[in-house]
């Protein structure tokens, strides 16, 4: 059964959905495929997190959490702030969980809230994750300190969503890297 994406935007006024093009309705098209590109995999890692050590199983509930954050951080009380923090933090933990991944017994926790340093030593233990330089830098725009913990700082809600988007990206390559991984484990 085909369905009409316009009808599947919530609270999308009437007047709006018949004013869209088929330009701009494939443009929303595919950044929900992006979307589920990212979320996808880290679904099924919620599912399979089996294959995770313990500390890095509750360390991934703790990034999904922060994820969720992110977006309702954005969608119900529309602060940009607490989204971009909470998209830096779920990148920040699955990076971690790469780390030690990659590097078992590294201790993660001296990187604290660093995650331009923590990427790059990453990338030296794993240059083959340097793809994920792009989004780990519009992170760090957005955040490069704590500060935004402390003190209001001015961001657009477009800047939060640039941050989710990336926060996301990682998360979920990171997801179906480690979901192939152990399938092809099992071959």
Known sequence: MAVRLEE????????????LSPTELREIADRGA???VAFGPLYNLGIDDHILSFEDRELFWR?????????LSLKQLESAQMAIFHAHEAAEKMLKIAFRRISPGIAVEKYQHNVDKLFGDL?????????????????D??????????????RTIQEAVVSFNAAS???????????????RKGR
Do not use: H
């Not at 599947?8 to 004013?19: G, H, N, R, T």
């Not at 990034?63 to 977006?71: H, I, M, P, V």
């Not at 990206?169 to 399938?183: E, M, N, P």
């Open 123 to 139: 990338q030296k233990a794993a240059p083959d994750l340097n793809w994920l330089g792009k989004s780990v830098r519009e992170l």
């Open 141 to 154: 725009t957005q955040m490069p300190n704590m500060q935004i913990r402390y003190r209001e700082l001015r």
């Open 34 to 36: 992006a979307g589920w």
């Open 63 to 71: 990034a999904s959490e922060d994820l969720k954050l992110a977006a």
């Open 8 to 19: 599947q935007i919530e609270d999308l006024p009437e007047d709006v959905a018949k004013s």
């Open 169 to 183: 990206y990682i998360a979920g390559s990171l997801a179906c890297i480690w979901l192939f991984d152990d399938k």
